[in-house]
């Protein structure tokens, strides 16, 4: 019973322990309901999200979770798309440009509508998501800029399902 209790309890307790201390601390899991961000990210998928990350160092085109104030604190998975200062201008053909250069979108699923600018504030980002057809995203927002105060993290991990586990990018 010795040997039982040294070699497999323990072992189990102690993972379990580290398990719980990793999501509580460092790590969140979420999973994505809907389509927004295909085929990046597909409903059904269980992220990782670094809670550790430094907004600071956010970069265009990561993949990053907020809450948004104006879905009453929802949060969301969205890719980072302007940073504090710049403005964003998306044509009718769904063309995205950062202070006047059109920026590379090989991830974004083409949609067309309405022209819009967007002149993001200091200590703000704007997010768009993948699949712009249906994404429900800043476009469509009475306030399209997400404070870095309500920024969680950044999605580094997709651990399900089995067949697409492995780095999200």
Do not use: C
Request: charged share 25%; proline share 5%; aromatic share 14%.
């Amino acid at each position: 019973m010795k040997y039982f209790v040294k070699e497999w309890v323990i072992p189990i307790v102690i993972a379990l322990i580290i398990v719980l201390f990793l999501n509580k601390f460092i790590f969140i899991l979420v999973t994505v309901p809907t389509g927004s961000m295909e085929d990046t990210i597909v409903p059904g998928d269980r992220l990782y999200v670094n809670e550790i990350f430094d907004v600071n160092k956010a970069q265009r085109g990561d993949i990053l979770v907020f809450k948004s104030e104006e879905l009453d604190n929802k949060r969301l998975v969205k890719r980072l798309i302007g940073l504090p200062g710049e403005t964003v201008d998306i044509r009718e053909n769904g063309e995205v440009f950062i202070n006047g250069e059109k920026l590379n979108e090989p991830y974004a699923v083409d949609s067309v509508g309405e022209a819009k600018t967007f002149t993001i504030p200091e200590d703000s980002y704007f997010f768009l998501g993948d699949n712009r057809p249906i994404s429900y995203d800043a476009r469509y927002w009475n306030n399209p800029y997400i404070h870095k105060d309500k920024i969680i993290g950044k999605v580094i991990f997709r651990f399900f399902p089995f067949s697409r586990i492995g780095k999200v990018e």
